[in-house]
């Protein structure tokens, strides 16, 4: 199975400063067609998850820009570039290559300063 | 907007079977994968399995022996049983769609429901 490893598993952001997450996977979820299997979804106190970020780096429709993700094959970041009070929740990346299952990372909790 | 919604009974007891229905409204069922993904109480995410729109399915392996999914196209729902529960399966459980060509980008979630396994 792919484990996925998250780091921090929590962090704690002033208002307005950037925020880093680190998404490891153990095997590659590039494949060939150059797509890598990997979305980030976030949860927010007392909701569901919501989608963030699709195939690595795609803005889901309605992210704020300043969210991104970057990676490819084993290793993957969401960014946020200025951290809102908004924004706190845990946040979970999730590998969709199967094999063979889909798996997400233990979440990283994020909380204001 | 698609919607997405949760049905079935909020208690089994162990032993019995786990069955839940999602309703998909605003949106056909049609050309989906669609999930189910748990969380037990102060825990993380778990991928249940997907059911696809012509029926294919594909579970955890963890759960395979316990888990039946199925798609019901005329009434645009799909469901899940889960068979001989214990307490561990105590979870909100999330009803999901994803795209049309892989199991990710799952965009819509539904609400979650709490099931409690308790005699």
């Known amino acids: 199975d792919i484990v996925m490893t998250q780091s921090p598993l929590s962090l704690s952001v002033t208002p307005g400063e950037p925020a880093s997450i680190s998404c490891r996977s153990s095997?590659?979820?590039?494949?060939?067609?150059?797509?890598?299997?990997l979305d980030w979804y976030v949860q927010k106190p007392g909701q569901s998850p919501q989608l963030l970020i699709y195939l690595g780096s795609n803005r889901a429709s309605g992210v704020p820009d300043r969210f991104s993700g970057s990676g490819s094959g084993t290793d993957f970041t969401l960014k946020i570039s200025r951290v809102e009070s908004e924004d706190v929740g845990v946040y979970y990346c999730?590998?969709?290559?199967?094999?063979?299952?889909?798996?997400f990372g233990q979440g990283t909790k994020l909380d204001i300063k | 907007q698609v919607q997405l919604q949760e049905s079935g009974p909020g208690l089994v007891k162990p032993s019995e079977t786990l069955s839940l229905t999602c309703i998909v409204s605003g949106g056909s069922i049609g050309s989906y994968y669609w999930s189910w993904i748990r969380q037990p109480p102060g825990k993380g995410l778990e991928w249940i399995g997907y059911v696809y729109y012509n029926g294919k399915t594909n579970y955890s392996p963890s759960l395979k022996s316990r888990v039946t999914m199925s798609v019901d196209t005329s009434r645009n729902q799909f469901s899940l049983r889960l068979s001989s529960v214990t307490a561990a399966d105590t979870a909100v459980y999330y009803c999901?769609?994803?795209?049309?060509?892989?199991?990710?980008?799952?965009?819509?979630w539904g609400q979650g429901t709490l099931v409690t396994v308790s005699s």
């Open positions: 999901t769609r994803g795209s049309g060509w892989y199991i990710g980008e799952m965009r819509y």
């Open positions: 999730m590998q969709a290559l199967q094999t063979p299952q889909c798996t």
């Open positions: 095997q590659s979820l590039l494949q060939n067609n150059g797509y890598n299997y």
